[in-house]
């Protein structure tokens, strides 16, 4: 039983993954911000807590939920086959299509300016944000399960905190974009394109939030242990 008082989001769906789609759902982040109570991000919104926890609690387990029983090494190595590689494929193509859209219907809804404006604002801060992982701290991550202790950048916490300033910068990101799009509407006179962007944004937010939950509140917590 979920209780509204005594859980953590980013606990929640550490327990249960796939409990991010109900809280992506209700704008409740749990990936930057998942050490509060349930009942505070619910009350910081103006969300009924006892609505999310009722359809928490008849959430169903997803079948690709095997990377919640991985060691460090080889969570990050799924978190690059999974979401870094979904990013890469993701972002130039939002992008694409977030300025195709904006040449269709730009002058009826001119906040498809601000919607593109802060893909490419996202896709800039994420790409090389990917690649510091990739060559930088998962590397070290796999050498500190190897028994490594000594690197060029001192503790792994230095770069696991900047990691971590970088994810709250795409949280803000995605935030300002589910708040320009009222919370990906689609207006009645969306074509296909237009909707089909706004499908798009949607599977981007849930990734990228599942993906920063995972590091955040799994990977670097482990790493961190595994240093000590």
């Avoid at 593109?116 to 590397?139: C, I, M, Q, W």
Wanted: proline share 5%; charged share 25%.
């Amino acid at each position: 039983m979920i209780e509204v008082h005594g859980f953590f989001i980013g606990d929640i769906v550490a327990e249960k993954p796939e409990a991010a789609r109900v809280l992506d759902a209700y704008g409740l982040d749990y990936c930057c911000h998942g050490d509060r109570t349930l009942q505070d991000a619910c009350d910081d919104l103006g969300v009924d807590p006892s609505v999310v926890v009722e359809l928490l609690e008849k959430v169903t387990p997803d079948a690709d939920n095997a990377w919640t029983s991985l060691g460090p090494r080889e969570l990050a190595a799924h978190i690059v086959e999974v979401h870094h590689a979904f990013l890469k494929r993701e972002l130039p193509a939002v992008e694409a299509l977030a300025a195709k859209v904006l040449a269709a219907h730009g002058e009826r809804h001119p906040e498809l300016a601000e919607i593109h404006r802060l893909v490419t604002a996202l896709r800039a801060d994420l790409e090389p944000h990917l690649l510091k992982e990739e060559r930088v701290l998962f590397p070290a991550i796999s050498a500190l399960s190897d028994g490594q202790t000594e690197f060029p950048f001192g503790s792994i916490r230095n770069p696991i905190r900047m990691m971590m300033l970088e994810h709250e910068d795409a949280g803000e990101l995605l935030a300002q974009l589910r708040a320009v799009s009222a919370g990906y509407t689609v207006p009645d006179d969306a074509c296909a394109s237009y909707r089909l962007l706004f499908q798009r944004l949607v599977a981007l937010e849930l990734d990228t939030h599942v993906h920063i939950h995972k590091e955040n509140h799994v990977l670097f917590p482990a790493a961190q242990r595994l240093e000590r």
